[in-house]
């Protein structure tokens, strides 16, 4: 999987991207990033990537002819992938969620542009944009931070990413559910005792106990879920 990023902080992303699972999974080939300042494809000397709305109003508009540019540069630089996803990380996009993710991880090619300020003038939204991704009902200051959180949602969905594949099965959102209680060592820890069935070894038991306990969990925090599922959570 290629990713590509588009945006005026490139510098934000080195922590996210150089540490853990991300670095791994870039290190083993399984993902490839790369970060393009949108100033570099400005053309006055003043790199400037923003100006008033027209209309009048507050704040500043993100100017279009920037991000076609670095766009079509991107393209250019990408032959073997005809067909590449451009994702505008928004607040009026759709929401993230595992399932989203999980449709976006089968893109060879995913360019994700983060808005700064007012946000971006509409022509990019409906000429160049493939679909717009939001990460919850609340407005950050810039695109950055969601691209991160989208970045890190994809990129552990990616085959041999993650070092036990079965992690993936029994996520949280898995079949609409949340995930089981999780316990480890020590089985007693201030007189508090793991569940008892834990450290039975009948893993027979202990699968259809954690399926009552994620079930039980779901109900009680995010019944909205269940109803996805198809079962009445009364
Ligand atoms: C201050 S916001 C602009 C908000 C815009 N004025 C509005 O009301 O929809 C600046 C940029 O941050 C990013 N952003 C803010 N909140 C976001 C969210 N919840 N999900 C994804 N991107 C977000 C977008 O790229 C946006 O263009």
């Not at 570099?40 to 704040?59: A, E, N, Q, W």
């Not at 089968?106 to 939001?134: A, F, M, P, T, W």
């Not at 990616?158 to 209680?181: A, Q, R, T």
Request: hydrophobic content about 35%; aromatic content about 6%; charged content about 30%.
């Amino acid at each position: 999987m290629r990713i590509d990023i588009i945006t005026i902080f490139p510098g934000m992303f080195a922590p996210v991207l150089n540490e853990s699972i991300i670095k791994r999974a870039k290190s083993k080939g399984k993902v490839k990033i790369n970060l393009y300042d949108l100033r570099d494809y400005t053309l006055d000397k003043h790199r400037k990537v923003d100006d008033r709305p027209f209309g009048g109003g507050s704040g500043m508009v993100m100017r279009p002819e920037p991000i076609f540019r670095a766009v079509e540069k991107i393209k250019s630089q990408s032959h073997k992938v005809r067909k590449q996803k451009i994702v505008l990380l928004c607040p009026q996009g759709e929401r993230l969620t595992q399932k989203t993710a999980k449709r976006l991880a089968k893109n060879k090619h995913l360019i994700l542009i983060c808005g700064r300020y007012e946000g971006i003038d509409e022509r990019v939204r409906q000429h160049l944009v493939s679909e717009e991704i939001s990460i919850g009902d609340y407005v950050l200051t810039g695109g950055e931070l969601p691209a991160m959180v989208l970045v890190d949602c994809l990129v552990r969905l990616i085959p041999g990413v993650l070092g036990d594949k079965n992690s993936l099965n029994f996520e949280s959102f898995e079949g609409n559910l949340l995930e089981y209680p999780q316990y480890t060592r020590p089985a007693v820890f201030k007189r508090l005792r793991v569940p008892e069935i834990l450290l039975s070894g009948d893993h027979k038991k202990i699968e259809s106990w954690r399926k009552k306990e994620a079930l039980k969990r779901t109900k009680q925090k995010r019944p909205d879920l269940l109803n996805e599922r198809g079962v009445s959570n009364g």
